[in-house]
């Protein structure tokens, strides 16, 4: 499974950590970091993304990450120990749904 992340947390220096907590969940990431809001907004123009992980740390509204990625599963996780069990259960319940959909 591949999906595309987005990151929204401090620092760009964030995505590895992030990328090795999904890959261990079964997903194949493609990430990408949007430390500010205007990198969250440029994101949000440029591609669909299939996850957004969230923290609030960024001080960005998490209403920004909800009205300019509608179709995007949103993980809020203040720590890559916090997100393994969040991404386990939406992997569970994308792999569901899109089971449902073929």
């Known amino acids: ?3 595309k992340v987005l990151v929204v947390r401090p620092g760009e220096d ?3 950590g992030v990328v090795g907590v999904i890959r261990r969940v079964g997903v ?3 990430c990408h970091a949007a430390p500010t809001r205007a990198a969250l ?3 949000v123009e440029r591609e669909e993304w299939d996850l ?4 609030p740390a960024t001080k960005i509204p998490i209403e920004l990450v909800y009205e300019h990625a ?5 993980v ?5 120990d916090d997100m393994a069990d969040e991404l386990a259960r939406l992997v ?3 792999a569901d749904i899109d089971d449902d959909r073929n």
């Open 1 to 3: 499974m591949r999906w």
């Open 14 to 16: 964030c995505v590895d």
């Open 28 to 30: 194949e990431p493609l």
């Open 41 to 43: 907004l440029a994101a």
């Open 52 to 55: 957004v992980i969230y923290d």
């Open 70 to 74: 509608p179709a995007a599963a949103v």
């Open 76 to 80: 809020t996780v203040k720590a890559e």
């Open 92 to 94: 569970a319940n994308r």
